[in-house]
T-cell receptor, first 113, second 116 residues
Framework: DAGVTQSPTHLIKTRGQQVTLRCSPI?????VSWYQQVLGQGPQFIFQ???????GRGNFPDRFSARQFPNYSSELNVNALLLGDSALYLC????????????FGDGTRLSIL | AQKITQTQPGMFVQEKEAVTLDCTYD???????LFWYKQPSSGEMIFLIY??????QNATEGRYSLNFQKARKSANLVISASQLGDSAMYFC?????????????FGAGTILRVKS
């Protein structure tokens, strides 16, 4: 079975631009979460979606938005990019149940020039 | 607010020996889940082991075991018989209760280097 897939793997943008990152969860998983991992730090929670509804939002500005589609795939959008948005963006999916782990994709490495 | 503390920025271990990676957490929630993930230099986050706050026994998964001491709020990862492929960053994470299951709070991580 395919794991969590993310695209693109790498992306270079300039300040002020907008970016869209994509994620396909493991088949059967309805929950998708997004994390930002700045170099040298642990991942920080951005969003969680379940059944196309936002179920959680981390401490990120409104420039960050996301959505989930009927097939449970998800997109993360970031507007007005800043240098500080340079990071590894990780998507994770999980099955139902409190003890279900999140399974992560390989991430999208975003560099802002 | 929930918080994870990993006090060891880096650890070295000799191949075939055991190593313990420390993790302490802070929460007022009665129910929570604790996870350990491995992140090699390539970047992917690999799930290793899970411990629920109400689980009576310490979790084990192959060479990985979790030393869970609830009163001390610690959830240390023990890796037995270390291998060169274990060299990676290791993150401890907590899922608070009340959330719909999926928000994880991560620690800063511990870099493990296995020496031959």
């Amino acid at each position: 079975d395919a794991g969590v897939t993310q695209s693109p793997t790498h992306l270079i943008k300039t300040r002020g631009q907008q970016v869209t990152l994509r994620c396909s969860p493991i088949s059967g998983h309805k929950s998708v979460s997004w994390y930002q991992q700045v170099l040298g730090q642990g991942p920080q929670f951005i969003f969680q979606y379940y059944e196309k509804e936002e179920r959680g939002r981390g401490n990120f500005p409104d420039r960050f938005s996301a959505r989930q589609f009927p097939n449970y795939s998800s997109e993360l959008n970031v507007n007005a990019l800043l240098l500080g948005d340079s990071a590894l963006y990780l998507c994770a999916s999980s099955g139902q149940g409190r003890n279900q782990p999140q399974h992560f994709g390989d991430g999208t490495r975003l560099s802002i020039l | 607010a929930q918080k994870i503390t990993q006090t060891q920025p880096g650890m070295f271990v000799q191949e075939k020996e055991a190593v313990t990676l420390d993790c302490t957490y802070d929460t007022s929630d009665p129910s929570y889940g604790l996870f350990w993930y491995k992140q090699p230099s390539s970047g992917e986050m690999i799930f290793l082991i899970y411990q629920g706050s109400y689980d009576q026994q310490n979790a084990t998964e192959g060479r990985y075991s979790l030393n869970f001491q609830k009163a001390r709020k610690s959830a240390n990862l023990v890796i037995s018989a270390s291998q060169l492929g274990d060299s990676a960053m290791y993150f401890c994470a907590m899922r608070p209760t009340g959330e719909y299951g999926n928000k994880l709070v991560f620690g800063a991580g511990t870099i493990l280097r296995v020496k031959s």
